[in-house]
């Protein structure tokens, strides 16, 4: 079932297109990262998405309708934007009393989601005096009030700490277990590799591919990095076996699609020293900086021509 | 809507901001009606005591807070977006103009209940001082009650006026700025030189509800009618222009 639905959402600021025809679907009771370099138009797409920012052309749905159709709306979307969205001088219980109040939630809830994400002990501080990671606990604990079947956060790891980001992704994942859906954005893939199922990467306001991230793995094919006096000889010795090999300086290259296995026999077959040899495993990050950049290169060719 | 109000309260009460400028509301009182007295019938000070106007006079400070209470209303809706609150607040309620009704409501609550304290506080002041001076004053009568009144009702619509401002501008230093900039520079100016526009600007028509130099200014309830469609006024325009603007 469909949870979240972006239908060729367009948005302009002036000559800016900061989003462009960009369509996904988040599936119901999963964790969809939504990943992109900075300024690729993640926040404005949410911000579209929860009526906070109205779209130049497209459309988009929570649970088959609008956000601002939505009855009960902050009951059935939790969100966190921004690290910074409270009054300074309003205490953290406060602050969420104020927002069970508003949505007709009883005001019980602000103590419940403090436990929840770790605040108890500081519910009666002043927000003003709080650290960038427990203020993105507090917006965490806002959106957690009215046990919304649809989290939506944006960049929610940034100024957390190792530990915080452990905790965060093992909340999530206990989130997603119960059914609710997931939408969670970032610049950084390794950091929610750990956590999301499907993956939604968008470079320059363009999609540039929604899938699996078991998908995404099986998108790359592991090589052998070997360092040898004999490159030349290795790779004829390789090629006769069907293996490709990418030189890369007169002393290292690089076997495609093969073992380490299949190389050292190669290399012993034809007498090759080998001074160095190891395994290439896939690269998420790497292989999200191609498909980000290579899509940055193309928009660039094509503003050019 | 209730739980829009109830919650905007809640806000009011859950900052410290906000009990300072209203003790500073309070704080003008006092000073105004003191000083009103004492300098009653002397050169450069208001009309004699023994007069209707002289009364009056020291009877409008009742609404010598006016100006905190117009800087509480811009807060209420400028400080949204100061703060970025106004994320979480229009993701509760995502139709704006409700939430711009019920600030105008709650700062029209706040604004009427400093005002009647106010009233209390001036009279408090005014009484006994007047009577070791041997004028007694009718406070149901119809100059001194009138006034009164008058200064609550302004005050009530300053506030209200105050969340229009923050809504038309949406920078709080600015909205501020330009709203006290106005009101103590621009309406004062006009007010007293250019009589003839200075009545109809927002500043001549709480002027006229606080009825102290009848004549210059519109009827009291002329005063009362303008100065509420210039706070619905802002309220709506800024609704309509300012408030559906992206928030980025």
Same mark, same amino acid.
């Given at each position: 079932m469909t949870s979240i639905q972006i239908h060729n959402l367009t948005k302009r600021f002036g000559d800016v !297109? &900061? !989003?462009?025809?960009l369509s996904f679907e988040v599936a119901q009771g999963s964790i969809t990262g939504f990943l992109g370099p900075n300024g690729a138009g993640k926040t404005t797409t949410l911000r579209m998405l929860l009526g906070l920012i109205g779209p130049t052309a497209g459309s988009s749905t929570i649970a088959g309708k609008p956000y601002q159709e939505l009855v009960d709306p902050f009951r059935r979307v939790g969100a966190v934007l921004e690290a910074t969205s409270f009054h300074p001088g309003r205490r953290a219980r406060d602050h969420l009393r104020v927002l069970c109040v508003a949505a007709g939630l009883p005001v019980a809830r602000a103590d419940e989601v403090l436990d929840e994400v770790g605040l108890a002990d500081v519910?009666?501080?002043? !927000?003003?005096?709080?650290?960038l990671g427990m203020r993105q606990r507090l917006g965490l604990a806002a959106a957690l009030l009215g046990e919304p079947e649809v989290l939506i956060l944006d960049e929610? &790891?940034?100024?957390?700490?190792p530990e915080g980001v452990h905790w965060l992704r093992k909340f999530l994942r206990n989130y997603a277990g119960q059914g609710r859906s997931v939408l969670v954005s970032s610049h950084l893939l390794a950091e929610i590799a750990q956590t999301v199922d499907d993956v939604v990467i968008v470079a320059k306001g363009r999609l540039v591919t929604q899938s699996s991230l078991a998908d995404l793995a099986g998108r790359t094919k592991p090589g052998v990095w070997v360092r040898t006096p004999q490159s030349q000889e290795l790779g004829v010795a390789l090629a006769s076996k069907g293996i490709t090999a990418e030189l890369q300086s007169a002393e290292t290259l690089v076997a495609l699609e093969t073992t380490t296995e299949a190389v050292g026999i190669a290399a012993a077959g034809a007498g090759v020293v080998i001074f160095e040899m190891t395994a290439q495993h896939f690269d998420l990050e790497e292989f999200f900086l191609d498909l980000t950049t290579s899509t940055t290169n193309l928009s660039t060719e094509g503003a050019s021509q | 809507m209730k739980n829009l109000i109830h919650a905007e309260l809640l806000k009011l009460r859950t900052t410290r901001m906000i009990y300072g400028l209203a003790l500073a509301a309070l704080a003008f009182v006092p000073i105004s009606a003191i000083s009103a007295i004492a300098a009653a019938?002397?050169?450069?000070?208001?009309?004699?005591?023994?007069?209707t106007e002289g009364i009056r006079n020291v009877m409008s400070a009742s609404s010598s807070g006016a100006l905190s209470v117009l800087i509480i209303g811009i807060l209420m809706m400028a400080g949204e977006f100061r703060h970025n609150t106004a994320t979480s607040t229009f993701l509760i309620s995502p139709n704006r103009g409700r939430v711009v009704g019920a600030k105008l409501a709650t700062s029209a609550l706040v604004g009427a209940a400093l005002a009647l304290i106010s009233s209390v506080l001036t009279l408090a002041v005014a009484l006994p001082w007047l009577a070791t001076k041997h004028i007694h004053v009718d406070i149901f009568s119809h100059n001194v009650g009138l006034v009164l009144l008058g200064g609550i009702a302004a005050v009530t619509i300053y506030a209200a006026v105050g969340v229009g401002v923050g809504s038309l501008i949406r920078n709080q230093t600015a909205a501020v700025v330009i709203a006290l900039g106005w009101v103590l520079v621009v309406d004062n100016l006009l007010v007293s030189f250019v009589h003839e526009v200075g009545k109809w600007t927002p500043g001549g028509a709480a002027a006229a509800l606080t009825g102290t130099s009848s004549g210059r200014f519109l009827p009291m309830w002329g005063g009362a009618v303008l100065f509420v469609a210039y706070g619905l006024a802002f309220a709506a325009a800024g609704t309509r222009f300012t408030l559906r603007r992206d928030v980025v």
């Open positions: !297109v &900061a !989003v462009d025809n519910g009666d501080r002043r !927000v003003k005096g709080f650290s929610p &790891a940034n100024g957390l700490d | 019938g002397k050169s450069g000070g208001g009309p004699a005591l023994s007069t």
